[in-house]
């Protein structure tokens, strides 16, 4: 989902679903929309404060935008001016919900067994190896059962032309010492994606922080929670940082 060019972060919560903006743009119809939060019904929110999540906050003062950590109780300041955040509303994660196909499949289960239970009193225990097996094969539960999965190897070295010199793996990733930068082909999305860790933005982040650059837009992007990307702020020099010209660069492709 995109809006001016610029890529939208969606947010699920209990009171209401939230599309992130981080530009004004102007739609196709002549719409308006500022640069903030809208839920389903088109209400707008300069900040959503969600305790547990990773929300971009602006400044009614200054105009100042930072990424905040939620938490219960706090109520959080601007950065730059010490300005209290103006909180437009509250909301909460949603509780986790048990998907329904799995429930009537696991009732299903239970009530298979306690039908053997049953008739293993009843006929005595050789009905019981027969149907446990019977009961395996229906739900595709064998125990015996082996999945095994091929994972591609990465190139110990990749040349960066935009950088002109060769990276080497550092562990599952390779490294440039002097960009302080790991960076890894992401092949488990699609489309496949080049991610970089910058040391001195990434580790901002804590368990997150992973970067992309979108060519497209001519901008950063860093995860601020599980799959929640926002364009990186502005308080960051990008000046030094490289990327890979073609996203798409396949590592593992034979040389």
């Not at 209990?14 to 308006?32: C, I, L, N």
């Not at 539960?141 to 591609?152: H, K």
């Not at 790991?182 to 994606?193: A, G, L, M, R, S």
């Not at 837009?217 to 502005?234: F, M, N, R, S």
């Amino acid at each position: 989902m995109s809006g001016g060019g610029r890529t939208v972060s969606r947010y699920h919560m209990q009171s209401h679903d939230y599309d992130y903006y981080p530009v004004s743009w102007t739609a196709p119809d002549g719409r308006r929309f500022e640069k903030g939060y809208y839920d389903e019904e088109g209400n707008y929110y300069r900040n959503v404060f969600v305790p547990g999540t990773t929300l971009l906050l602006s400044c009614t003062y200054c105009g100042n935008q930072m990424l905040y950590s939620c938490k219960e109780g706090e109520l959080p300041c601007c950065s730059n001016c010490g300005a209290q955040f103006q909180i437009d509303i509250m909301d909460r994660q949603p509780e986790a919900r048990e998907d329904s196909a799995a429930s009537v499949r696991r009732s299903a289960k239970i009530a298979v067994v306690l039908l053997i239970i049953f008739m293993a009193m009843t006929f005595g225990s050789c009905a019981l190896f027969v149907m446990v097996g019977t009961a395996i094969t229906i739900f595709g539960d064998s125990p015996s059962r082996t999945v095994t999965t091929e994972t591609a190897s990465r190139k110990n070295s990749v040349y960066v032309e935009e950088i002109g010199r060769t990276c080497y793996l550092d562990g599952e990733d390779w490294y440039d010492s002097e960009t302080k930068c790991w960076f890894w082909f992401n092949d488990e999305e699609t489309p496949y994606q080049w991610q970089y860790w910058y040391e001195d933005i990434s580790s901002d982040y804590g368990d997150y922080g992973w970067m992309e650059y979108s060519s497209d837009e001519d901008t950063w992007y860093v995860e601020v929670q599980d799959g929640q990307w926002v364009v990186l702020p502005e308080i960051y020099d990008t000046s030094s940082l490289w990327h890979f010209t073609d996203e798409y660069t396949d590592p593992f492709a034979e040389e």
